[in-house]
Structure formats: structure tokens, C-alpha cells
């Protein structure tokens, strides 16, 4: 069973840029398919990115596509979430998810503790 633990958050001004990462302990990461979602107060969680197994696959939700960047790197067992151009609204708690299986299909099975990202205007 994987675990994941993430970092990289933080406050931040409008326009400014965080990178998360998501660590993971176990020797499947590289088995499994990797997401980023957030959750900002009083909202449900939603999917901001997901990436493929090899990371040749990745997706972005509306909101931030062209600002967000997934990528994965399995020697490290490690998923980044490169943040651009950061809004106020982009503020929530992000939570990493490890798929069940290489590709995205399924729930989340394994959930970081999420770091808190905080954009002022």
C-alpha cells in the first residue's frame, strides 16, 4: 500500500507561483496513476489534474488549465503540481490521490493529508 505526503504549500500573492509535491512511501508508485485535487472552505473536493502512470497522459481541469502543470517522476516516487499565475481563488487545501491502478479509472484509494495554499490578492 502506498502512503503520501505532500508539501510545497503556502501563502502566496496574486500572480505568484507554488510547486507542489507529493512523496510517496511503498514500492508501487509507479503502478499507480496519480491526481491533484483541492478542496477551498465551505466546497466540495474537486479534481484539479491527473496523470498516467508513465505521465505521458495527464489532464487538467477548465480552471486551471494553462496555469497548472502534473508531472511524476517514479525514481523519486514523487508528483509535482507546478502552480502559475495564482488567483484568489485558487486558495484550498490540495490533496494528492494515488489511483488504484496505472491508468485514471476507479476512486481514489489513498489520500495525502493535503497542504493548505493561501493566494492573496
Known amino acids: 500500500q502506498v502512503q503520501l505526503v505532500e508539501s510545497g504549500g503556502g501563502l502566496v500573492q496574486a500572480g505568484g507561483s507554488l510547486r507542489l509535491s507529493c512523496v510517496a512511501s511503498?514500492?508501487?508508485?509507479?503502478?499507480?496513476?496519480m491526481g491533484w485535487f483541492r478542496q477551498a472552505s465551505g466546497k466540495e473536493r474537486e479534481i484539479v489534474a491527473h496523470i498516467n502512470w508513465g505521465g505521458g497522459r495527464t489532464y487538467y481541469s477548465d480552471s486551471v488549465k494553462g496555469r497548472f502543470t502534473i508531472s511524476r517522476d517514479n525514481a523519486k516516487n514523487t508528483v509535482y503540481l507546478q502552480m502559475n499565475s495564482l488567483k484568489p481563488e485558487d486558495t484550498a487545501v490540495y490533496y494528492c490521490?494515488?489511483?488504484?491502478?496505472?491508468?485514471?479509472?476507479?476512486?481514489?484509494?489513498?489520500w495525502g493529508q493535503g497542504t493548505q495554499v493561501t493566494v492573496s490578492s
Open positions: 511503498g514500492r508501487t508508485f509507479s503502478s499507480h496513476a
Open positions: 490521490g494515488a489511483f488504484p491502478g496505472i491508468v485514471v479509472a476507479g476512486e481514489i484509494d489513498v
